[in-house]
């Protein structure tokens, strides 16, 4: 009996051990010598450029008063704040004594030089689909920035998130090793888009819900339905929002310029991405657009109808407005006299606003980013033209923005139901209890962070 | 159309339409000519009035949206004579060049330094982000809201 009793407990050491070394523990990689530098070839370090866009680094990688690249943006989670490491090469504090194998493989496997699990805020479930020859070229770019000395906040992570190794078992669950497969039956640029789409823009990061364990619900791909830094993440597949079907071409324009005239603007931190992507290639663009239309083709929006009316030009006039009676409808007379002279001028932007029979937040199951908008605005980006808005902040009330958003679902919403949580939106944004990040469409962040702190319009 | 608007503490009876822009009926019915037109966009800052404790860009607010509510331009802080603290450190500091965003400048300044009488550089930066200076003078105005805030507190 007892001799049995000892085989099961050796048994178990030993299947403990080999989990430990074959999950948990992971060797450090040798340090970069000191004082040598490395060398790389300049048509690697652009290509990493152009890669480093579509990844978006430094959006996650770079704080508001900070450096680029250097870290210390706080990323909030269910399980605690995660602070963005310093990925400048800086060997103190950043990656700068890294070697090109532990880049490839924290890219790859979610561990850092030294054998630490990392943590998903990085989101490596799909830069493990990032091929070597790409990682390598990131490398190459970010290995040729400038040092920045600077250690970003330290984790505040609740027991037992704040222990590393507990993150292996998120791996085995969550953590898919690999190139994504290719896929015969369709063209060489949808696989690149796929490529691009799952592994290095993780789209899906924001853009797929997730479950309790903080891992993408992989039965509900593109789902969206998340709200990130205050602005809400549309589905991205055939539960698609849009009151006009994406089409390849329309959707790389947006990717690019952060503006579809058919659906919309980028926002929030969607803002950041477009402007990012703005750098990338436009063959790799058009690749992601081909691959994310294909998501949304399920959708049964109808495809875009032709601008109408026409843009106005210098010197056109509008028509005189109609007569308004303060005794209307709270919610028509405040679109009619703040709204309508933008959104319903024609003009392109920044001078006219979108018309929201085509507006995708408008048909949106939550009206999070009309309130957003609508209070805070769409900053002015710099140096290039785009769309702009001011915030009402300071004089909507919570009722008056409550009686604009029922108005505008009943009126552009194509018979959608009225939202329902719309008052405790509202409210939740003008006191700040939902923390609101405002971007323009450079990317740059707006005002205090959040916006909305100390409450709206302050 | 007639409806009541109250500025700088006293009930006025504008005869305008529900869609005219304050900052007209600031300058054209009431002539309170501190707020300037600028853009017309709400992306300058020169028409920037304060509606009960916020800053607003009046050249696009409807006055639809403001019965009942508290008003305030530059012409409430203080007169030739005798300027209030804010209008006296621009003064002092010679914060003004050219003169057309000061009245936004100050009407966000002065928003701000009632919320937080003791706001630092970064705060004061990001407070008047909003609000475009072409003549360049953003170093004198920054010192010119520090010295009001200063001013403010010992009083």
């Not at chain 1, 005794?327 to 920044?350: F, Q």
């Not at chain 1, 609101?436 to 100390?454: H, T």
């Not at chain 2, 409807?62 to 450190?89: F, M, N, Y």
Request: net charge negative; with cysteine.
């Amino acid at each position: 009996m007892r001799r049995i009793v000892l085989v099961i407990v050796a048994v178990i050491v030993v299947v403990a051990a080999a989990a430990y070394f074959g999950l948990v523990y992971k060797p450090a990689i040798d340090p970069l010598p000191q004082g040598q530098a490395q060398s790389f070839d300049a048509a690697l370090i652009a290509h990493g450029a152009e890669l480093a866009a579509i990844g978006d680094c430094a959006s996650c990688h770079t704080s508001a008063a900070g450096q680029p690249l250097a870290g210390g943006v706080a990323v909030p989670t269910p399980f605690g704040t995660i602070y963005s490491t310093n990925i400048t090469p800086d060997r103190e504090t950043g990656i700068g004594s890294w070697t090109e194998a532990a880049f490839v493989r924290a890219m790859q496997q979610g561990v850092d030089r030294e054998g630490r699990h990392l943590y998903p805020a990085f989101p490596f479930d799909h830069f493990t689909h990032v091929s070597d020859d790409d990682d390598k070229a990131l490398y190459a770019y970010l290995m040729t920035r400038d040092p920045v000395n600077a250690r970003p906040p330290a984790n505040q992570l609740a027991f037992p998130f704040n222990i590393r190794a507990i993150m292996a078992g998120w791996d085995l669950l969550f953590l898919k090793p690999g190139l994504v497969a290719e896929d015969a039956s369709q063209t060489p640029e949808w696989n690149r888009g796929h490529y691009l789409v799952e592994g290095l823009g993780h789209c899906g990061a924001c853009h797929t819900p997730r479950n309790a364990l903080g891992g993408e619900d992989a039965g509900h791909a593109y789902g969206g339905g998340m709200v990130i830094d205050g602005w809400f993440a549309y589905p991205i597949n055939a539960s698609s929002p849009a009151p006009q079907k994406w089409t390849p071409d329309e959707l790389a324009t947006y990717l690019k310029t952060g503006f579809s005239a058919d659906h919309g603007a980028s926002r929030g931190p969607m803002a950041q991405v477009t402007a990012k992507l703005g750098e990338a290639s436009d063959a790799d663009l058009h690749a992601m657009a081909v691959y994310i239309a294909s998501l949304m083709a399920g959708s049964s929006a109808p495809a875009p109808q032709p601008p109408n009316p026409p843009p106005l030009t210098s010197g056109d006039s509008l028509a005189p407005p109609e007569v308004i009676k303060a005794s209307a409808d709270r919610g028509a007379v405040i679109y009619a006299t703040a709204c309508s002279s933008c959104h319903e001028s024609g003009r392109l932007p920044p001078f006219g606003g979108i018309d929201f029979h085509k507006s995708t937040a408008i048909h949106a199951d939550s009206p999070q980013n009309i309130i957003d908008m609508v209070l805070f605005g769409l900053p002015a980006a710099e140096g290039r033209t785009g769309a702009t808005m001011p915030g009402f902040a300071g004089t909507l009330s919570q009722d008056d923005l409550v009686a604009l958003l029922n108005y505008l679902r009943a009126t552009y919403g194509d018979g959608r139901p009225a939202w329902s949580n719309a008052a405790q939106l509202v409210a939740d944004t003008l006191s700040g209890k939902t923390a609101v990040n405002l971007y323009g469409q450079d990317g740059l962040p707006r005002g205090p962070i959040p916006v909305n702190r100390g409450g709206a319009g302050s | 159309m007639s409806i009541t608007l109250n500025v700088n503490g006293e009930d006025h009876s504008v005869d305008a339409d529900i869609d005219t822009p304050l900052l007209y009926v600031l300058r054209n019915d009431l002539k309170l000519n501190a707020a300037k037109f600028g853009c017309g966009l709400g992306q300058c800052g020169a028409c920037t009035v304060i509606v009960d404790d916020r800053p607003i860009f009046s050249c696009l607010t409807p006055i639809s949206l403001l019965q009942g509510r508290k008003i305030r331009t530059v012409e409430s802080l203080g007169t030739p004579d005798k300027p209030g603290p804010l209008q006296r450190a621009f003064i002092d500091e010679q914060a003004a060049q050219c003169g057309y965003c000061i009245p936004g400048m100050m009407m966000r300044a002065q928003a701000l330094l009632e919320r937080n009488p003791h706001a630092s550089d970064a705060e004061i930066r990001t407070a008047l982000e909003p609000n475009l200076c072409r003549c360049g003078t953003h170093m004198r105005i920054i010192r010119a809201v520090k010295r009001a805030a200063n001013a403010m507190a010992g009083a």
